[in-house]
């Protein structure tokens, strides 16, 4: 007699249940989101969650993951699409405006917001999303290196407080959207910000 994997239904989604779980974590966060909250909006049974994604971590962290190669994506997209450093960090502070205040989803930015008031026991999902940020400093760091190098910064410009600025100007965008700012108040503040780019404008 063939086996079958318990749990699971015929029906079962997983691209729809994960966004689903993605909605929820970026709404409530990693701690407020129990498993029972979980299963009722995946649509699922809590055998059927453990079937598929593994325990609460192992889903998040897959949501996280594909967070970034979905609605976070415009931020490298950007970035790498704009041969004109200044106009990518640009765009990309543009296009945060508009994300973080899409109506079909929660505002602001899951990995900013998502371990907001983590408890000891899960400092380790706070220390992961910080792991990440930190990462996207690096990267800004970077990229402002070489634009500096190119002549499109200004000589002496010190390239890593400029990427922990835009780092704090994209994160402070994520909890405005969170307090209510609009998509145009953001896009001005986006702009304003780009007052900042030392040296030439190409």
């Known amino acids: 007699m063939?086996?079958?994997?318990?749990?699971?239904?015929?029906?079962?989604?997983?691209?729809?249940?994960?966004?689903?779980?993605?909605?929820?974590?970026?709404?409530?966060?990693?701690?407020?989101?129990?498993?029972?909250?979980?299963?009722?909006?995946?649509?699922?049974?809590?055998?059927?969650?453990?079937?598929?994604?593994?325990?609460?971590?192992?889903?998040?962290?897959?949501?996280?993951?594909?967070?970034?190669?979905?609605?976070g994506a415009f931020l490298y997209q950007a970035l790498d699409q704009e041969s004109d450093p200044r106009v990518g960090f640009a765009r990309m502070l543009d296009e945060a405006a508009v994300s973080y205040t899409a109506p079909d989803r929660p505002a602001g930015c899951l990995i900013i917001s998502a371990a907001v008031n983590c408890s000891p026991r899960t400092a380790d999902v706070e220390q992961d999303l910080r792991a990440r940020r930190v990462a996207n400093v690096r990267s800004f760091e970077e990229r402002l290196r070489r634009a500096r190098d190119r002549g499109s910064l200004a000589e002496g410009t010190d390239v890593r407080a400029l990427a922990v600025y835009f780092a704090a100007v994209i994160q402070g965008m994520s909890q405005q959207a969170r307090d209510g700012a609009t998509t145009e108040e953001l896009r001005r503040t986006a702009a304003f910000a780009m007052s900042a780019w030392p040296g030439p404008h190409t």
Request: hydrophobic residues 35%; positive net charge.
């Open 2 to 71: 063939t086996s079958t994997k318990r749990g699971r239904p015929r029906s079962f989604d997983r691209e729809a249940a994960l966004r689903q779980a993605t909605l929820l974590f970026w709404r409530h966060g990693y701690e407020g989101t129990s498993v029972a909250d979980l299963t009722a909006a995946m649509g699922i049974s809590p055998p059927s969650l453990y079937a598929a994604f593994g325990d609460k971590r192992a889903l998040f962290d897959e949501v996280v993951e594909r967070y970034g190669d979905s609605f």
